[in-house]
């Protein structure tokens, strides 16, 4: 590309972006939606939890679905103060006990609740919250409700497939992530470091 | 749902998921891309770092495009091992100056490069990769080159709007992050501890 014509794309850019960060003036805490059935989602989440507390922010995670093996983000996150509660009966679809995965997951969102009231939590990760919602073990309103009356300055993060529609209507920022293709598709299984 | 229900699908589920992960035999190294317009390809890709050290693996990060700004989850990540490389003269629509962007870009792949060859590292993020590309600053040939050739236990996280074709294809794992909404279009800016 010619230097001119360089000069001019670039100077063309610097404007959109300068027009739109003197567009933006708003700040506060927002909603994160990661969605859709593509790898990355709670990856995405965990890397906002590490972003936020390299600024030394105050974390909360919960994490639904998954169970208490080890798990890499977990080890570095907590061993730098983000406060974990884990759902840990497992995948789901190993136990097969309704009540014992209702009350398993009510456990966990108690204190989902609780951090969602508490203005010392900067950022609240609710990881794999959607199938809570999708499966019946938590309401759509109380999870709502905790979303909408929480204090102004505290962002969330919420994870799963099949997000809500009523989730997605009320957060600020959503992504879709759609699996163009997957490592797994292809007979390689989930490795240490890359996907727990 | 009534309980059978529940156990007949459940079942199911636990039956799906264990076809999947029997027929998942091999392992090794990984490519990774996070690409499409939504929020969290870089949030992706640095909590998979997060993940690697986690458990105690050695990680290399170049980021393009980004400035040497205060970053969290650089902050969190130096701090517990993982070397950073970064394209330091900001946005390239801040520079408009092709040759002066050109060799930083170069000066970071470098680094890359070295690591690409070093079986001492697990997991190489290269983060706004994509862009180099586009940009016409590193030649994809070479980054093609660098990736086939590397050790075979490392895996690799690109991210970037526009990822080339190839890569794609070079791939094993491909996400697309797909923009439902960003707060940034309803005028909030962008904020420490979510978008840094």
């Not at 097969?96 to 997951?105: E, G, H, I, L, V």
Request: hydrophobic fraction near 40%; aromatic fraction near 8%; charge should be neutral.
């Amino acid at each position: 590309m010619h230097e001119e014509r360089y000069q001019q794309r670039q100077q063309h850019l610097k404007q959109q972006v300068e027009e739109r960060v003197a567009a933006a003036t708003k700040s506060g805490g927002i909603i994160m939606v990661f969605t859709g059935n593509g790898k990355g989602k709670s990856t995405a989440a965990f890397g906002t939890a590490t972003r936020a507390v390299g600024h030394d922010m105050r974390v909360g995670a919960l994490q639904f679905i998954k169970g208490d093996w080890e798990c890499g983000e977990r080890n570095l996150l907590e061993r730098n103060g983000v406060e974990f509660h884990i759902m840990a009966t497992g995948f789901t679809w190993d136990t097969q006990d309704k009540a014992a995965d209702t009350q398993a997951a009510r456990l966990v969102w108690e204190q989902g609740v609780r951090m969602l009231s508490d203005p010392g939590y900067h950022l609240v990760v609710l990881d794999e919250l959607t199938y809570m919602l999708t499966y019946g073990y938590l309401s759509l309103d109380e999870v709502l409700a905790a979303l909408k009356n929480r204090p102004a300055h505290q962002s969330v993060v919420i994870t799963g497939r099949a997000c809500h529609r009523e989730i997605i209507a009320l957060a600020d920022t959503v992504s879709e992530l759609r699996p163009v293709k997957h490592a797994f598709d292809h007979g390689i299984k989930a490795q240490k470091g890359i996907d727990w």
